[in-house]
């Protein structure tokens, strides 16, 4: 798929990785549909990013919320060809620490933003990408694209739950991939390793110093535009489905 012309959906798209690909998303001619919590930070986003971004309110444990998102990107760009879900959230709590056991709303609150928040948008964005005409001969209508982790394989002490959550985003990828497959939407997962965010470049040496150790090469943390390129390849691929793609410089987390 092209990007000139397309619109995208882009759920945490107000930083980090979601914002970077919105960049990515305009600067080869698309379109981006920034959903977020925090609605002044996705106004000041959409506005940053120009005429072709807007930006929409939306809580995507809520399936209300999310609906009527939707909604508001139909009537305001006609069409959903991509949907790229950045939204998510890291937790650390054991599973019996010194307190306790971890409580249950701990660990079912992760898994209702990263797992079945990712579900409830892609569905609602799915639904929507059926209903496009075929944009090439193969019969492509739309692109999904998931944010996972890592730690849905290596996940470190104290990630039972965030590991749940995404280990639960990668195991739904093919299953996705078959249903979609009569509708001509294609989708993929990524599963990032340590990246630079604000919390991380805040981060003092002995917490960032461990983890770029176990980083092969390069001896970095990830940088947000290469989450972005690899959103590019798999949305530009036709062959690319039902994938899961890990993005971490040949990372293998140790217990802590």
């Keep these: 798929m092209k990007l000139e012309g397309t619109v995208a959906v882009i759920t945490g798209g107000a930083s980090g990785l979601g914002r970077a690909t919105a960049e990515m998303v305009i600067e080869h001619g698309g379109k981006v549909a920034i959903l977020d919590l925090n609605e002044e930070h996705a106004n000041t986003t959409a506005k940053e990013l120009g005429d072709n971004a807007r930006a929409y309110v939306a809580n995507v444990t809520d399936e209300e919320s999310v609906a009527a998102a939707i909604t508001g990107v139909m009537k305001d760009f006609g069409a959903i060809h991509i949907n790229v879900n950045c939204a998510g959230i890291g937790a650390a709590s054991r599973t019996v620490g010194r307190d306790g056991?971890?409580?249950l709303k701990t660990f079912n609150f992760v898994v209702q933003?990263?797992?079945i928040g990712t579900f409830n948008t892609l569905r609602l964005c799915a639904e929507q990408m059926a209903k496009n005409d075929p944009i090439n001969d193969d019969g492509e209508r739309g692109v999904i694209i998931n944010t996972a982790s890592v730690a849905a394989y290596d996940g470190q002490i104290g990630q039972a739950a965030y590991s749940a959550s995404k280990a639960g985003v990668v195991g739904m990828t093919l299953p996705?991939?078959?249903d979609l497959s009569r509708s001509g939407v294609r989708i993929c997962c990524i599963a990032p390793g340590i990246f630079e965010t604000p919390m991380m470049r805040g981060a003092p040496p002995q917490v960032r110093e461990p983890l770029i150790n176990m980083v092969q090469f390069p001896k970095r943390l990830g940088e947000a535009p290469e989450y972005a390129l690899?959103?590019?390849q798999?949305?530009?691929?036709p062959y690319l489905n039902g994938e899961t793609i890990r993005l971490d410089g040949g990372i293998r987390m140790e217990p802590k």
């Design 101 to 103: 056991a971890m409580p």
């Design 234 to 237: 798999i949305i530009e691929n």
């Design 113 to 115: 933003v990263n797992l």
């Design 230 to 232: 690899l959103s590019r």
């Design 176 to 178: 996705i991939a078959r």
